[in-house]
Nanobody
Framework: QVQLVESGGGLVQPGGSLRLSCAAS????????MGWYRQAPGKQRELVAG???????RYVDSVKGRFTISRDNAKNTVYLQMNSLKPEDTAVYYC?????????WGQGTQVTVSS
């Protein structure tokens, strides 16, 4: 079973940046499309960015041009660079497989955008 550990969240002012990391255990990481999800209070968890095993990326409209997903298969790690952050980006962020059945969820990392 794959274990996922997210990190890099925090409190940032509007317009600021954060870089999230997700370390995955397991040898199957490199063959899976991976994604970053977020869940805001009272809302459903949503996939905001995904990356295929070959590096193709897709984003939800609300983060296009501001967020960049990347991966390092040698390190079993996926990243999310978040720029121009807005208060509406406040949520717990999780990584997991994208566009297919998910692994067990990690603990997530809290991102709070506030002045």
């Amino acid at each position: 079973q794959v274990q996922l550990v997210e990190s890099g969240g925090g409190l940032v002012q509007p317009g600021g940046s954060l870089r999230l990391s997700c370390a995955a255990s397991g040898r199957i990481f490199s063959i899976n499309a991976m994604g970053w999800y977020r869940q805001a209070p009272g809302k459903q968890r949503e996939l905001v960015a995904g990356i295929t095993s070959s590096g193709n990326t897709r984003y939800v409209d609300s983060v296009k041009g501001r967020f960049t997903i990347s991966r390092d298969n040698a390190k079993n790690t996926v990243y999310l660079q978040m720029n121009s952050l807005k208060p509406e980006d406040t949520a717990v962020y999780y990584c997991n497989r994208a566009w297919q059945s998910v692994f067990d969820w990690g603990q997530g990392t809290q991102v709070t955008v506030s002045s």
